[in-house]
Structure formats: structure tokens, C-alpha cells
């Protein structure tokens, strides 16, 4: 005969049980019993913060913070409920009070090392970066050895574009728990970010030997492939991924890029359809589903878009655009403009400047330049060729609307390759440009209508059309050239090269 546990009405007996379930991990049993122990007491204070606590392993937030507070309004100093509450409000996405609970856990402890790493997660959460490093450099002051904090400081360095300090940070954690496969999944980010592909793939794959079963080192090591033109690879990882988690948006979404690359229409289609339904970035999925031929297209790329595209690939967009698509419109276009106007004395502006390629050939001909791009990372880059006067993250629509008569010449390539109707673009240059300046851009060429989302995901724009904004925008056309941008997939992307004057 089985004896079923007897039973007691006594709160210290079904504490010390359920403690003893707790310590095994059996979470709703302990919880059960606990709850029980404070039926009959309700301000028995272990068991209210034993119950807060097994709450939050069976990812009850609401629960474990309704508990949190009935132990402080037992004890208000209590640092470790304070921590705990902080970490509850946190998985309730409640930053700003997360951070003012763990305020109070450290201003009753101040040497509480999880406090102030958990701190940093909170800042972190709210994109305060600077001061999570800050965070959980006190952590790490406190408690040298605490590689949790020390992968947590990766992150935050990482987030300042700081990626070398971060794999030291990650390498620091990695020594102290050489099994720790989150470390080794964010250092693979980090070489990445470093455009040392190979040498992340090899970090994603060490993760793995730890935590086979990890979705998201999974996905980032199918990104690792990607970058390194390994498709079928990077399409297997993804899959594996997604079998473990179905919801990772980001997952179906890449795998859909590798499929659209590979010309794999229908397989692209359906894996962007689920990128959508799993919460994915509707504009962006929409936006290729539309250069598909599925979706109706919209009139510019979504920024944000534009923006990820080239922060993400900034670190090797030099090596991918003249090494392998064997890109020459910068060259091009100058040849054209050089012929026409005096070195040395213009002012001039660059639009979707990136990393500088395009500024570097017309620094000559500039008193000065100007460039300005979405990309933080890509104007990281231009930056430190040090040739631009003034550099601007933004939208260039947006700025061109305060440049009133500022430029003698506005040059741009392959930037209108993300906007349909340059009918915005056409008249905050016209209004930028002073008394005879020049406007002079590429374009891929559309023979068929105004213009067209090719399955590129690019724009390409006719002649007509061309030669009807600037005359409606008050522009002569002095010449348009034909030309090859760059190669593509193996074939010579054709496009044209324009000089427009103001009349």
C-alpha cells in the first residue's frame, strides 16, 4: 500500500516541504504548498518570497510581484526582495520601475553585484546603453569573476559599435565558464560585426557543441553561412532553427532572403508569408513580397529597411561592392561631371553617401562636401576617410528641406535604387542648389514605365520619366549616359547616368 503525505495544517511543515520540492525543481508543487502555508499564515514572510520566487520560474511575473510587494510591505529593506521584485517588473516589461526596484535593493546593499548587472539589463532594455557599461562595470568591480556580467558587458559594448572590447569581454566570461554557449554565441555576433565571418561561424559552432538545441545560435549561424555564400548551408541551419522554434520571425525572414537570391519564388513567398504572421517587420516583408509581384508596391524602400541592409553589411560593403559586384558607377559619374565644372571650388553634397566612395572621387572638385546617409555604421566608415566637412545621419528628403541654396552640386549613385517617386527628391535638390548647379545622380534603367520594383528589390527609373521631373522641377537636362552600374548574379546591371542643370 502506498502512503499518500499526510496532511497539517501547520505553515512551518508545508514551508519546509515545499522548500524541499523547490530545491528539486518540482515548481508547482512547491508552489501549491506554499500557498497553502500562507493560507493559514498570511504573513509568514519566507514563504510570501519562496512563493514570489517559484512564481517567476513558472513565468508568472503579475503573480510574483503581487507577492514581492506583500513581503515588503512586511519588510521594506529587504535588498533580495527589492533584486527580485526588479526582476519581475523586468519580465513584465515594466523597465524604468525595474530599475528604480534595484535602486532600492542597492541603496540598502550597495555591494550587490546582481543588482547592479540586473540594473544594466534594465538600461539596456530602454537602449540607455552608456549607462548599463556603467552598471555593469560596478558589478564587475564588486565581483571580478562574475562572467554572466562580463558577457552582459559584450552585449552593451557591442551595442556601442565597440566589437573588438566585447569579444575581449566575452573571451574574459569564456575563461572563467569555458562552457558558457551564450558568451560563445554573442562573441560570434561580435566577429561578425567584424566582418571576421569565418572565425564567427567557428565561435557559433563551438556554442553548439554546448547547446545543440539553441534556436537563435542556430539562426545566427545560418546568417554566418549567408555572409559567407554558402546558401544551401545557411538554408539548413535555418531550418533547424525553426524546427526548434517556429516563431522566430527573424529565422523565416533571412531564410526567405536566401530563397528570393535563389531565385526560389514560391518556397521566398511562403517563408516571407510566415516571417509576417510570426510578427517580422510587416513593411519589409510586405516590401519583398511587393518585388515578388505579390504585394502592390509601395513608392520608397521602408527606411528601416534601407537602414538594416547597410548597417548590417557597413563592415564588408567595400570588399562585397568593388571585390565581387565589380561596381564602377562612382568612376563613371565623375568622368561625366569633371569635364564640366572647376576643381576645388564647389560646395558639394553627397546624398546616401555610405561609406565614402563616391565622396572620395569628388573631394577634388569640392571647397566642400557634405554627405549624408540612414546608415550610422556606413557613415562610421566615410568618417575616417576624412574627406567629408559635415556628415549627417538622416533621411535625405528630410534634410534637404533645411539646405535652401547651400550647394552648387548634387551628386548621388545607387541611392535612388530605394526610392520609386523621386518626385521629393527632385525638389528638395532643386531647392538645395544655388543659381546654375548641377544635379548629377545613376539611376538602373526601366525601359517599360516610370518606375519599376524590380525582384532585386530595387528601382529602376525610365528616361521619359527622368526628363519629366526635371522639367517640372526646373532642371535642364545637359546629358544622360548609358552605362554598367555593377554586376549582378553574374550579369551587368545597366543604368544611366544624369547631369541635370538648374534653369
Known amino acids: 500500500m502506498i502512503n499518500s503525505p499526510r496532511k497539517t495544517s501547520d505553515p512551518t511543515e ?8 523547490h530545491r528539486n525543481g518540482n515548481f508547482t508543487a512547491a508552489a501549491s504548498l506554499y500557498l497553502q502555508a500562507l493560507k493559514l499564515s498570511p504573513n509568514f514572510l519566507p514563504a510570501l518570497l519562496s512563493y514570489a520566487v517559484v512564481l517567476q520560474a513558472l513565468n508568472r511575473p ?20 527589492l533584486y527580485n521584485r526588479g526582476n519581475a517588473l523586468r519580465d513584465l516589461n515594466r523597465a524604468d520601475e525595474a530599475i528604480a526596484s534595484y535602486d532600492r535593493a542597492l541603496a540598502i546593499k550597495p555591494v550587490f553585484p546582481e543588482a547592479h548587472n540586473n540594473r544594466g539589463n534594465a538600461l539596456r532594455d530602454l537602449n540607455c546603453i552608456g549607462e548599463a557599461l556603467v552598471s555593469y562595470n560596478k558589478a564587475l568591480a564588486i565581483k571580478p569573476d562574475y ?12 551595442d556601442l559599435n565597440r566589437a573588438d572590447e566585447a569579444i575581449a569581454s566575452y573571451d574574459r566570461a569564456l575563461r572563467l565558464k569555458p562552457t558558457y554557449a551564450d558568451a560563445l554565441h554573442n562573441r560570434g555576433n561580435a566577429l561578425r560585426d567584424l566582418n571576421l565571418i569565418a572565425e564567427a561561424l567557428a565561435s557559433f559552432d563551438e556554442a553548439l557543441t554546448i547547446n545543440p538545441s539553441d534556436a537563435n545560435t542556430l539562426y545566427s549561424r545560418g546568417n554566418a553561412l549567408r555572409a559567407l555564400e554558402r546558401p544551401t548551408e545557411a538554408l539548413v541551419s535555418y531550418d533547424d532553427a525553426l524546427r526548434i522554434n517556429p516563431g522566430l520571425a527573424e529565422a523565416w525572414h ?16 511562403t517563408a516571407y508569408r510566415q516571417a509576417l504572421v510570426q510578427g517580422g517587420d510587416a513593411e519589409t516583408i510586405q516590401y519583398a513580397l511587393a518585388s515578388l509581384g505579390v504585394e502592390a508596391a509601395p513608392l520608397a524602400a521602408p527606411m528601416e529597411f534601407v537602414t538594416n541592409l547597410f548597417d548590417q553589411c557597413a563592415a564588408r560593403f567595400e570588399e562585397l ?22 576643381a576645388g571650388n564647389l560646395d558639394i553634397l553627397d546624398l546616401g553617401c555610405g561609406t565614402g566612395l563616391l565622396g572620395a572621387r569628388f573631394h577634388p572638385l569640392a571647397r566642400t562636401l557634405t554627405g549624408v546617409d540612414l546608415s550610422a555604421n556606413m557613415l562610421e566608415l566615410a568618417r575616417k576617410r576624412q574627406i567629408y566637412d559635415n556628415l549627417i545621419c538622416g533621411e535625405l528628403v528630410e534634410f534637404l528641406k533645411g539646405q535652401a541654396k547651400r550647394f552648387d552640386l548634387v551628386v548621388a549613385t545607387d541611392v535612388f535604387i530605394y526610392i520609386g517617386d523621386l518626385s521629393q527628391v527632385f525638389q528638395g535638390v532643386r531647392g538645395a542648389l544655388r543659381e546654375r548647379g548641377l544635379f548629377c545622380f545613376s539611376v538602373e534603367a526601366s525601359e517599360e514605365q516610370d518606375f519599376v520594383l524590380t525582384a532585386a528589390c530595387r528601382y529602376a527609373h525610365s528616361i521619359a520619366y527622368l526628363q519629366t521631373l526635371a522639367e517640372v522641377h526646373g532642371f535642364v537636362l545637359d546629358m544622360i549616359d548609358s552605362g554598367v552600374l555593377r554586376e549582378q548574379a553574374g550579369s551587368d546591371v545597366g543604368g544611366y547616368f544624369v547631369m541635370l542643370r538648374c534653369a
Open 254 to 269: 533571412d531564410q526567405a532572403r536566401v530563397l528570393h537570391e535563389l531565385s526560389r519564388r514560391e518556397e521566398a513567398i
Open 62 to 81: 503579475a503573480e510574483a510581484l503581487a507577492s514581492y510587494d506583500e513581503a515588503l510591505a512586511i519588510n521594506p529593506r529587504n535588498p533580495g526582495a
Open 147 to 158: 562572467a554572466v556580467a562580463l558577457n552582459n558587458r559584450g552585449n552593451a559594448l557591442r
Open 14 to 21: 508545508l514551508f519546509r516541504r515545499a522548500a524541499d520540492l
Open 321 to 342: 561592392l568593388i571585390g565581387k559586384l565589380k561596381y564602377q558607377a562612382p568612376e563613371l559619374l565623375f568622368d561625366l561631371v569633371a569635364r564640366y565644372v572647376p
